[in-house]
């Protein structure tokens, strides 16, 4: 039953358990225009416009936003169609294919405070002006002049979905006079009402933007040659629009922190090369060519590293090795590191180089949206969540309800630091969290260790955790993948592992097991956390057969049968 086991121990710089949050953020609406329309039934006051939100009134002073369950980005169209309110949002979504479309969301209320957004399929036709309630519900849009005749041509739609386009309404459609705004009007670039009495009332202002950039220009610096620069993290970062800015990040790079690097070696140029990595940058100092200074993502000099001959170029591979070329007697010669101190000229095999094997669909088809600092942002559309995929393998999740960068805005995405606070603005929506709490959740999960199960790297939605020099690893999954029943009673948060001729059985925070009906003791006990039962990799490999081995250089546990 028992195989060679070789577990090497673990060092940690923790006690307890480790675990992980998701990290809160505060949503705050902005605009970079006036509002764009009104509608008023006599009694309630509806105006929409580029903030994405609705404001209400019952006596044109008084203005109230109305709490949405949906979110939208911007409002084009509201009117009072006799029954009902119904505000038109006309926006660019970036699908999972890459290319944006257009769609059009529709929104009702019978009060103008309760709204609900219409479920649609994809032909709806929601845009223009609504001139005409046909009596039998259509709604007939003006959209545009016919060349030659010099007739308006309409679009007669049901259900908000499209029927066919005719040319100003003829006996076959029974119109049904109606005001769509109410009387009142709009003066757009003034952000006044005028009634239907003719006297004006003045809007609630909007926090805009900066014309250019969504947020003030007092927060980040312009350099014509380069573009903006903002801060994350202690890195200083170049946002434009060319189309390479480096390998790491195609539209947003650190600047290198070139200030900084100067500071300490020197104001000429010359004086040091240095290359921006996966999570922080190496330096080679221009005074000693032997040696190699790595600094993390926050500019902490935490590893230096001395050769015995000049280092001609070094970089990163793809598989996030350190990479250097010596200058040798004999020639040159390539030497590779998985953790910086011990280098070799065979490449080492990290994690990169493994097939991925996702604990749910979800994380394999996550769309990824854009990058923030040295981390990508991903997407899991079937449970609407927004992830910071730290390493490539690992992510931390982000409370925000809704798809970041779904709506097409260029230029209109970016992310500062100011304070204690991060901020990541999309379009019209400013997000804040800690910066802190959102750096130490990365770190955390940035140090989780690698499960790899017969030469496949598992991918966990709750990655490993260590608690007194014993790794705790998801258990349900890593049993799928090597073949083993499941089986768990709610009641006693007892699991029972079956597979071949063995059979596993243990409680949730109780060291007690049975294995093939004889009792044991674990060194820790199974726990329940962020909703997996996490087990011990000790008492999984001695009891089910599988030989474990610990590679610390590459903070991997390697699992075979």
Not at 116 to 129: C, D, I, L, M, R
Not at 144 to 161: M, N, Q, R, S
Not at 504 to 528: C, E, G, K, W, Y
């Amino acid at each position: 039953m028992k195989k060679l086991l070789m577990i090497l121990s673990l060092i940690i710089l923790i006690s307890g358990t480790t675990t992980y949050a998701d990290v809160d953020f505060t949503i705050e609406r902005v605009g970079y225009d006036s509002y764009l329309d009104v509608a008023y039934n006599g009694e309630v006051c509806v105006v929409v416009g580029y903030n994405g939100q609705i404001l209400t009134s019952r006596d044109f002073v008084n203005w109230e936003y109305c709490n949405l369950k949906e979110y939208t980005k911007r409002f084009n169209h509201v009117f009072w169609i006799g029954e009902k309110f119904i505000a038109f949002a006309s926006e660019y979504i970036h699908p999972d294919n890459g290319s944006y479309k257009q769609i059009n969301s529709v929104y009702e209320s019978l009060d103008g405070d309760q709204w609900y957004k219409v479920e649609k399929n994809e032909s709806t036709f929601a845009g223009g002006e609504i001139c005409y309630v046909l009596e039998n519900g259509d709604l007939a849009f003006r959209t545009g002049e016919v060349p030659l005749t010099g007739y308006d041509a309409f679009a007669i739609c049901k259900d908000y979905a499209y029927v066919e386009t005719v040319y100003l309404p003829s006996e076959n459609y029974r119109i049904k006079e109606i005001d769509t705004k109410g009387g009142v009007a709009l003066k757009k670039y003034y952000n006044i009402i005028i009634a239907e009495n003719g006297e004006e009332y003045v809007l609630p202002e909007i926090s805009y933007f900066d014309d250019y950039l969504s947020v003030p220009s007092k927060d980040i610096s312009y350099d014509r040659k380069e573009g903006f620069t903002t801060e994350l993290n202690g890195i200083d970062y170049i946002v434009g629009e060319r189309e390479k800015y480096s390998a790491l990040n195609p539209y947003i790079r650190p600047t290198f922190a070139s200030d900084f690097f100067t500071q300490i070696y020197g104001e000429n140029g010359f004086d040091y090369s240095k290359t921006a990595i996966r999570n922080g940058f190496m330096v080679r100092p221009k005074e000693n060519l032997q040696q190699l200074h790595l600094y993390d993502a926050n500019l902490n000099l935490f590893k230096v590293k001395e050769f015995e001959s000049e280092v001609s170029s070094f970089l990163e591979t793809e598989n996030g090795s350190y990479q250097v070329e010596l200058n040798e007697s004999e020639g040159k010669t390539v030497c590779y590191s998985a953790d910086f101190e011990n280098w070799s000229t065979q490449m080492p095999v990290t994690v990169y180089d493994y097939e991925k094997v996702y604990e749910t669909a979800a994380q394999e088809n996550a769309t990824q949206l854009t990058k923030i600092g040295m981390w990508d942002l991903i997407y899991d559309k079937n449970t609407n969540t927004n992830r910071l995929l730290v390493d490539g393998i690992y992510s931390i999740g982000l409370n925000i309800p809704f798809r970041l960068r779904e709506f097409y805005e260029p230029g209109r995405f970016l992310f500062w630091e100011e304070g204690d606070t991060l901020y990541i603005q999309d379009g019209n929506v400013r997000l804040s969290t800690p910066k802190q709490a959102l750096y130490d959740e990365i770190e955390k999960v940035s140090k989780s260790p690698y499960i790899v199960l017969n030469d496949k790297v598992l991918v966990f939605d709750v990655p490993p955790v260590l608690e007194d020099d014993r790794m705790l690893v998801p258990m349900r999954f890593v049993f799928e993948q090597m073949g083993a029943e499941v089986e768990w009673d709610q009641a006693t948060q007892t699991a029972t592992v079956l597979q071949e001729n063995d059979a596993v059985a243990f409680q949730i925070n109780n060291r007690s097991a049975t294995v093939n009906s004889q009792a044991q003791t674990m060194d820790v006990p199974a726990r329940l956390i962020n909703g997996k039962t996490m087990i011990p990799i000790r008492f999984l490999s001695e009891n089910l057969g599988y030989t474990v081995e610990w590679d610390e250089e590459t903070n991997m546990a390697v699992i075979s049968d």
